[in-house]
Structures are given as structure tokens and as C-alpha cells.
């Protein structure tokens, strides 16, 4: 069983996710962003880069905006969701999904110097995209 990432950055929900699908560690993930140092301090990632830095590692996936159609795909295994701006998470955030669980890199919000990551078994707001393994 893996364990859960943690980010290490304030918008680094995105690349502490991608860790988490991949096994490798926070500072490789980064690495597989564009200009990922950098965006990672200021306004985080788009599903689109979160495709890109994927596919770098040689995992495929697609995103969607969800809808009541597709909604049921955020609880596919190895999907990140991205959960809409909220008082909790005022850039939004992004989760993975493993068994019945959900991977949150950043549980004791709003303590960065101290992010604790751990499973939770609701999202802690509503989602917006998905992004799913293409298999």
C-alpha cells in the first residue's frame, strides 16, 4: 500500500498528487512540470499540465469537467479530482482516489510548513475535473 504524499508547496496539491500515482517523490514529480518550480509558488496547475507531467512519465490520461453524466468517473482507482474554490481551499485542490479513499496531500490546511497528507473518505469540496488513466 503506498503512502500518502504530502505537498511541499503552497499550490502544490497538483504535484504531490501526481507522486502519489506515479511512487516517486514530491521533488521528482515536480520535475515532470513545465516551469513547475515557478508555478508551483504562485497559482498551481491546470488539469492540462497535470495530463502533460503524466504522459512525461509515460502514464496516459485524459481530464474532464464533470457533470451529472460523468460524475461517476472521479471514483475510478488512480483518478485525481479537482475540487472547486472554497473557504477550506481558496485555489482550489487536487485529490487522488485509491480504494475507497481519497489521497489529500494537504489534510492540516492551512499549516504548510508542517503539510500532513492522509486519506480521507469524503471530498472536502465539490469537484470539478477529473483526470482518468486512459487504459
Same mark, same amino acid.
Given at each position: 500500500?503506498?503512502?500518502? $504524499? ?17 511512487? &516517486? ?14 508555478? $508551483?509558488? #504562485? ?7 497535470? #495530463? ?28 485525481? #479530482? ?47 475535473? #477529473?483526470?482518468?488513466? &486512459?487504459?
Amino acid at each position: 500500500m503506498k503512502k500518502p $504524499v504530502a505537498q511541499e508547496h503552497t499550490a502544490g496539491c497538483a504535484v504531490a498528487c501526481v507522486a502519489f500515482i506515479l511512487n &516517486i517523490s514530491y521533488q521528482k514529480a515536480l520535475l515532470l512540470f513545465t516551469n513547475g518550480k515557478y508555478h $508551483v509558488g #504562485v497559482r498551481g496547475f491546470y488539469a492540462r499540465e497535470v #495530463v502533460a507531467a503524466l504522459d512525461r512519465y509515460g502514464k496516459r490520461y485524459s481530464y474532464h469537467y464533470i457533470n451529472k453524466r460523468n460524475l461517476r468517473r472521479i471514483y475510478e482507482e488512480g483518478s485525481i #479530482v479537482f475540487i472547486g474554490r472554497s473557504k477550506k481551499y481558496p485555489l482550489g485542490h487536487y485529490l487522488c482516489r485509491r480504494g475507497s479513499s481519497w489521497m489529500n496531500p494537504w489534510y492540516n490546511f492551512p499549516k504548510i510548513k508542517h503539510a500532513k497528507a492522509q486519506f480521507q473518505k469524503r471530498l472536502p469540496g465539490k469537484p470539478i475535473y #477529473v483526470i482518468k488513466p &486512459i487504459f
